[in-house]
């Protein structure tokens, strides 16, 4: 169980990747590996590399050896590392979606499947990238992350990586993660490839990764003991290492130079505020009491299942109001807390929530924008940009026309910000599936997301004195509403459902309605009647990436209407298994006094037109979604 802890306690995505855009600085200890393969100059030039030996340890699929060491031990001090050459097949499948690979574990655990993909990885990078230089790895604790890290690290030795970084922060890397989907023996396993300054892999390395898991035939593997990461240190094996490190004061230093943790102190220390986080059993987790309790003066008892579980405690490590249901009732009874959030399996993602009061995450994001330049010191000089991805609600486009600040629009997934970001174009993003992030590093960041509200609320009450009543999350929701207008948004997902059988029927259905709307789109026109509305015009998104000129097509059904509303359809691609709906409706109100409603009841229209125009449930058979936001 120690050694699980360990790895349970290790790198978020989101903060896996900040280390990368910090190395662009020259003050962080891990400065030396300024991007995710780091090339200081060949010390080891020695790695001999042997082919195909007829010895039988060579033909045997790549495991995990359950040899293990001792802590900071030196297995192998000798210049030279010996490379196993272990044949292979290809294996169908392996296709990365909107966030790295996702499949259920036990499909990972099949022979060579993960050590295929990660072979096919190296193959599909210039040597340039990683001979001899340092990569990292981190996890979200999940079921099979210790066993596929000694897997990675020995394909990384083999391929002549120099060095491997464990820890929670880091320059990019692998993520052994599958995000907010559950984990355990029956449920997912992942992993994301976070590519030269930090963002998530581009769809040209993707796509190329992909192609050479359909050709491979030989996985090289160091010949190597298992390496003990439950302990921090360096073991060496000749020119090749491995060093476990604990990042979270790391993370924190970076924290306290985008926040001002006196003015979030002030708040969180008040009698007259109470907070909550809950972690969800992941990897959040680890970071909850070192920034939250000890930094901010928050009490241990506001931390919600603060300890990193490999199955998550049989929960679905998902921040939404349907997964987060713990922490929803708690906040949604009487007397709750004043400010309530949570986040997923690998930390990106966060929930924010007042006393009774859900903050949609594309307010969420409109708000901290709007608000950035006066209460985080990290843009004291304002947001260089704004962008959220194409189903996210207009909330933010208002606050980028009135702020006159640059303005994009990306398909779904984190990956497509990074370039804006390293361009100088973007500061604030955010996605309505609970991501919200910046420019401090190339991943959302789900504990970001809480300091950047708890900085706008404190920034709110920082005059007021004790018994006064304070400025509560609904008070600047509503606040930004009656200001902006309020963009009424919802989400339905039809999630793949769990019975194996209906996987395959449930695909086909859902593929069908797809291409149904396709062709609609294809037939629509301006002026079209639907319903109450009238069609602006009908498309499958196609995005241009202003910084490479790259393109991405069939991103995103979507109907918009004269008068700005919005239906759009896609099928996730996050899931390990059938076929996800994912329907987002969104309208415009500008009356002030008919923000208060609900929003399932002000899109009632829309939202039973969405599912009549796609014929959702006689091309699913699904009568209900299993989760609304
Ligand atoms: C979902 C979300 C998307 C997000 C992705 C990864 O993708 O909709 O906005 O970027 O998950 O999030 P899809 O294809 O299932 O709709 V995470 O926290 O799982 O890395
Ligand atoms: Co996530």
Redesign the pocket.
């Known amino acids: 169980m120690m050694a699980l802890n360990s790895i349970a306690s290790r790198p978020t995505?989101s903060l896996l990747s900040r280390k990368l855009r910090n190395s662009n600085g020259n003050d962080s200890s891990l400065a030396h590996s300024s991007l995710s393969f780091f090339n200081p100059t060949p010390l080891f030039s020695n790695i001999s590399f042997r082919n195909a030996s007829p010895s039988p340890l060579l033909s045997a699929p790549v495991r995990a050896s359950s040899s293990s060491t001792s802590p900071s031990a030196t297995v192998a001090n000798s210049q030279e590392l010996k490379i196993k050459s272990v044949p292979t097949q290809p294996i169908e499948g392996q296709k990365t979606?909107?966030?790295?690979l996702r499949k259920k574990v036990k499909e990972f655990m099949r022979e060579n499947y993960l050590a295929n993909w990660i072979q096919a990885l190296f193959d599909s990078l210039p040597p340039e990238d990683y001979k001899n230089g340092v990569l990292v790895l981190g996890g979200d604790g999940r079921y099979f992350n210790k066993e596929a890290a000694q897997i990675i690290i020995k394909i990384a030795a083999g391929n002549g990586v120099g060095k491997i970084l464990v820890g929670r922060l880091a320059n990019g890397g692998f993520i052994m993660?599958?995000?907010?989907?559950p984990g355990g023996p029956e449920y997912d396993w992942g992993i994301?490839f976070n590519y030269s300054s930090g963002q998530p892999a581009p769809e040209s390395i993707t796509d190329k990764i992909y192609g050479n898991t359909l050709s491979i035939s030989e996985i090289k593997v160091a010949d190597i003991p298992d390496i003990n990461l439950s302990q921090l240190g360096v073991t060496n094996c000749g020119p090749f290492s491995v060093e476990v490190v604990d990042p979270v004061a790391d993370y924190l230093e970076l924290l306290e130079q985008v926040f001002d943790f006196s003015l979030i102190r002030s708040l969180i220390s008040r009698s007259d505020f109470r907070f909550t986080f809950d972690a969800m059993h992941a990897v959040t987790g680890a970071y909850a009491k070192p920034i939250f309790v000890d930094k901010l003066g928050a009490s241990i008892d506001s931390i919600l299942n603060g300890v990193p579980l490999e199955d998550f405690g049989h929960g679905h490590p998902d921040p939404n109001l349907t997964y987060a249901k713990e922490l929803v009732d708690i906040m949604y009874a009487e007397h709750g807390p004043d400010f309530g959030a949570a986040s997923?399996?690998?930390g990106?993602?966060n929930m924010i929530l007042g006393s009774r009061f859900f903050v949609t995450p594309s307010d969420s994001v409109a708000i901290i924008a709007a608000n950035a330049e006066k209460a985080i010191p990290y843009f004291k000089t304002g947001p260089k940009g704004l962008a959220r991805?194409m189903?996210t609600s207009g909330a933010l486009d208002r606050v980028a026309e009135k702020l006159n600040l640059p303005f994009y629009e990306v398909p779904?997934?984190?990956k497509f910000f990074g370039n804006l970001m390293d361009a100088g174009k973007l500061s604030i993003c955010g996605?309505?599936?609970?991501?919200t992030g910046s420019d401090h590093i190339r991943e959302?960041d789900g504990i970001w997301a809480v300091l950047a509200w708890l900085s706008v609320i404190a920034f709110r009450n920082k005059d007021k004195k004790p018994g006064e009543k304070l400025v509560s999350v609904s008070d600047v929701v509503s606040e930004h509403w009656a200001t902006y207008g309020r963009n009424f948004f919802s989400r339905y997902d039809y999630e793949a459902s769990l019975i194996l059988c209906y996987f395959e029927c449930e695909s086909e259905g859902a593929n069908k309605m797809i291409d149904y709307l396709r062709d609609l789109i294809s037939k629509g026109k301006t002026g079209d009647v639907y319903g109450d509305y009238t069609l602006q015009f009908a498309d499958d998104f196609t995005y241009t990436d202003p910084v490479d000129g790259s393109v991405v097509a069939k991103q995103g059904v979507r109907f918009v209407f004269t008068d700005g509303s919005r239906i759009i359809f896609?099928?996730?691609?996050?899931?390990s298994a059938g076929a996800?709906v994912?329907i987002y409706i969104e309208q415009f109100e500008a009356d002030a006094s008919k923000h208060d409603g609900d929003a399932q009841i002000a899109l009632k229209a829309l939202i039973d037109l969405a599912l009549c125009t796609s014929k959702l449930k006689e091309f699913t058979g699904r009568e209900q979604p299993t989760v609304i936001t």
């Open positions: 995505s979606g909107t966030s790295g993660s599958a995000s907010h989907n994301k997923d399996g690998d990106d993602r991805s189903p779904t997934g984190w996605e309505e599936s609970f991501g959302k896609r099928l996730s691609g996050t899931g996800t994912r």
